[in-house]
């Protein structure tokens, strides 16, 4: 079992920055692999930006060279930095956890990112 709770979201202008923070309970966060999920008004939620238990990583194309994922296992946590932000980034960003091969996956409430122009 494990439990997710994001912060950082919050009012940015257009060009700003904003450092989203997912920590996570449970015994095994190495073993997870990690990720960022958006939803905007309207639109159905996507994948942001994932990284495996091995540090691999992929991003959407509409925010690579602006956003990066990292993880700090010993402090149970994962990063997401949003930079040169617009807003069309503007959602409710939702961190998860996943065993992969268990198909086992969890979710946090979402924080909310809004980006005006």
């Known amino acids: 079992q494990v439990q997710l709770v994001e912060s950082g979201g919050g009012l940015v202008q257009a060009g700003g920055s904003l450092r989203l923070s997912c920590a996570a309970s449970?015994?095994?966060?190495?073993?997870?692999?990690m990720g960022w999920y958006r939803q905007a008004p309207g639109k159905q939620r996507e994948l942001v930006a994932a990284?495996?238990?091995?540090?691999?990583?992929n991003y959407a194309g509409s925010v690579k060279g602006r956003f990066t994922i990292s993880r700090d296992n010993a402090k149970n946590t994962v990063y997401l930095q949003m930079n040169s932000l617009k807003p069309e980034d503007t959602a409710v960003y939702y961190c998860?956890?996943?065993?992969?091969?268990?198909?086992?996956?969890?979710w946090g409430k979402g924080t909310l990112v809004t980006v005006s122009s």
């Open positions: 990284i495996s238990s091995g540090g691999y990583i």
């Open positions: 449970g015994n095994i966060f190495s073993m997870y692999a």
């Open positions: 998860n956890a996943g065993l992969v091969p268990q198909g086992i996956y969890y």
